[in-house]
């Protein structure tokens, strides 16, 4: 939706990692999600997506991620539940379409609906 970007949900430039940081999987995640933590890692890094201070929510997002996959790989049936707590983690990462924001547009002049709400 145009013009949907407001103060107070700024979406700015938190930044990037400190110069040579790089966060190691937590030893509670198994063999899947460890790997996933990497990969989005070095992803995140290589487009310059900060990470630091992030790490925790990381490692539940490749967590619920890595459990989602072995449910699938076992034909379990993954539930709506599971999969909308997926896309909030997906989401806060910025690893959605919905995600890509591009920082909305300038209302047009003339809009009847301007100024309501302000």
């Not at 198994?30 to 992803?43: C, G, H, I, T, W």
């Amino acid at each position: 939706m145009r013009g949907t970007q407001k103060a107070e949900r700024p979406r700015g430039d938190l930044g990037s990692d400190a110069e040579g940081y790089t966060p190691k999987p937590p030893s509670w995640l198994n063999r899947r999600a460890k790997a996933l933590f990497k990969e989005k890692v070095a992803m995140y890094q290589e487009r310059g997506q900060r990470v630091q201070g992030f790490e925790s929510a990381l490692a539940h997002y490749c967590a619920h991620e890595a459990a989602i996959i072995e449910d699938h790989r076992k034909d379990v049936r993954v539930t709506a539940s599971a999969m909308a707590q997926l896309q909030r983690y997906q989401t806060m990462f910025y690893d959605s379409p919905a995600a890509q924001v591009d920082g909305g547009s300038e209302p047009k002049p003339g809009n009847p609906f301007d100024g309501i709400g302000q």
